[in-house]
């Protein structure tokens, strides 16, 4: 009989209905992990895939040189930071808006441009798409360079004198 109007249980249903109780809240909590994570890690950076054009690369000659490195890699032009190197300060000294006015290049109307002095025609033939169009853009006119120089050379690290 109830006490003061209320149904008392007995050990077996108090029991059982304790079981079901933690029972669906462990099956719940151990549900919201899954779905947490399942949400959480498309939000993650780690899935996103980081390459040459998204880094970050220093804006000076050593950064120009390492993005314009990890773009070969990606499409398979050869060359080395060492070889880039020497050719950039052989033909521009380091400097991006370096332009030679007096050989024959110049004289016939197509002066050699940029960090390693390639003239437009070359620039255009050898871009490689996913850089600048602007031939004076520094990691366009290396990876359009050492691109020219591995096929006519097997690598930028093959050039030690005007290409």
Same mark, same amino acid.
């Given at each position: &009989?109830?006490?003061?109007?209320?149904?008392?249980?007995?050990?077996?249903?108090?029991r059982l209905t304790r079981a079901l109780a933690v029972g669906g809240t462990g099956a719940a909590v151990l549900a919201l992990p899954l779905i947490?994570?399942?949400? #959480?890690?498309? #939000?993650t950076p780690a899935t996103t895939k980081t390459t040459a054009t998204t880094a970050a690369y220093p804006n000076n000659l050593d950064g120009w @040189?390492?993005?314009?490195?990890?773009? &070969?890699?990606?499409?398979?032009?050869?060359?080395?930071?060492?070889? %880039?190197?020497?050719? +950039?300060?052989?033909?521009?000294?380091?400097?991006?808006?370096?332009?030679?006015?007096?050989?024959?290049?110049? +004289?016939?109307? @197509?002066?050699?441009?940029?960090?390693?002095?390639? @003239?437009?025609?070359?620039?255009?033939?050898?871009? +490689?798409?996913?850089?600048?169009?602007? @031939?004076?853009?520094?990691?366009?006119?290396?990876?359009?360079?050492?691109?020219?120089?591995?096929?006519?050379?097997?690598? %930028?690290?093959?050039?030690?004198?005007?290409?």
């Open positions: &009989m109830a006490v003061h109007g209320r149904h008392r249980r007995t050990r077996r249903t108090a947490g994570a399942t949400s #959480a890690s498309a #939000a @040189i390492r993005k314009s490195l990890a773009i &070969m890699q990606e499409r398979g032009i050869p060359g080395t930071y060492n070889g %880039i190197y020497r050719n +950039v300060m052989r033909e521009s000294s380091g400097n991006p808006a370096a332009i030679n006015l007096w050989d024959s290049n110049a +004289v016939k109307g @197509i002066p050699s441009k940029g960090l390693l002095q390639v @003239i437009q025609p070359t620039f255009n033939a050898y871009h +490689v798409p996913g850089t600048s169009f602007d @031939i004076y853009d520094p990691v366009a006119n290396i990876t359009a360079a050492c691109n020219y120089a591995a096929d006519r050379y097997g690598s %930028i690290d093959n050039v030690f004198s005007a290409y």
